[in-house]
């Protein structure tokens, strides 16, 4: 497996999340939103966002898989390996998500977590595959739109590796 | 809602701040240093770095970007059955269990803050049953004084005194998570 072309450096992913950070701050002022990051791909992302945001927050993780191999392309709905913590009646929640594909997972978790009547559920995702979706997932919040490409770095594994790239890159 | 955490939620966590104990920039440059030192150990190896959640996982994530040999992540994530996860004696119950097998690993338990020992304690004789090759601790902070039961730290960030802190992935009632450094809580709100 070859890594090709830099997609985004660690500079630019930074900057970004920054403004996302910023962004999120803004909107949720004192409401004190609970971020709900999605292992094991999105924990990289989430331990930057975080620390971008500056009001009170908190935090909790969720993991899901599916029933086959291929979790997203497939329909069915994901198995809840780990749930939250916390009781998210009345409160802000906001999913955070390395990428979005075809939406399969996502719109499962998405209608899941809205049965526990929170204040307000959003999305935050660092890449979107608008090309690859199949269902339609609201994105509130998006790093960066990105092609049909297979990446991988910034906590997005390819076979498991690559991970701990700062960086994200194709594979070729 | 406590003293604590009511006054974060309306004032953010300056009022409670005694003092930061470690700056990001400390942590960052100690962070990159227990990286290369893991990498230079590790080479040639199957390294998986595990982490207990919440509170390991924003070191375990600046920690695995300055490893710069191939490895796997993981993640545990345990609940005591008293409350109080810092100091409990009871056994933990994992809720979620690692995603791979460890059996003839090399395994690295990333953990922030080892304090009584006792949870990490029983995650490692947990661990060890799996038959890894190599089973390691990489801490951030150490409390020496709070420790009640032997862990063995192969690499360590700061040792700290018997303070209340906070940040970095340490919460106060679930917040703080979020701040970049380690900050001490003033006395009156302990």
Known sequence: MNLSNVLFSAEQIQARVAELGAQISRDYGDSNPLLVGILRGGVVFLSDLMRAISVPCELDFMSVSSYESGSRTSNRSPRILLDLREDIAGRHVLLIEDIVDSGYTFDHLLQLLATREPASLKVCALLNKASRREVHVPIDYLGFEIPDYFVCGYGIDADERFRNLPYIAWVR | ?190
Request: charged content about 25%; some cysteine.
């Open chain 2, 1 to 190: 809602m406590s003293k604590l955490s009511e006054t974060i939620a309306r004032h953010g966590h300056e009022p409670l701040l005694d003092h930061v104990l470690i700056t990001a920039a400390q942590l960052q440059t100690r962070i990159a240093e227990m990286g290369a030192q893991i990498s230079k150990d590790y080479h040639g190896k199957d390294l998986l770095m595990i982490s207990v959640l919440k509170g390991g996982v924003v070191f375990l994530t600046d920690l695995m970007r300055q490893v710069t040999i191939p490895h796997h992540i993981d993640f545990m994530a345990v609940t005591s059955y008293g409350v109080g996860v810092r100091s409990t004696r009871g056994h933990p119950r994992i809720t979620l269990d690692l995603n791979t097998d460890v059996k003839g690993r090399h395994l690295l338990l990333v953990e922030d803050i080892i304090d009584s020992g006792h949870t990490i304690d029983h995650v490692l004789r947990l661990l060890a049953a799996r038959n890894p090759a190599t089973l390691k601790v990489a801490a951030l902070l150490d409390k020496p004084s709070r420790r009640e039961v032997y862990v063995p730290i192969a690499y360590l960030g700061f040792e700290i005194p018997n303070e209340f802190v906070f940040g970095y992935g340490l919460d106060l009632d679930e917040y703080c998570r979020n701040l970049p450094f380690i900050g001490t809580v003033k006395k009156e709100y302990q």
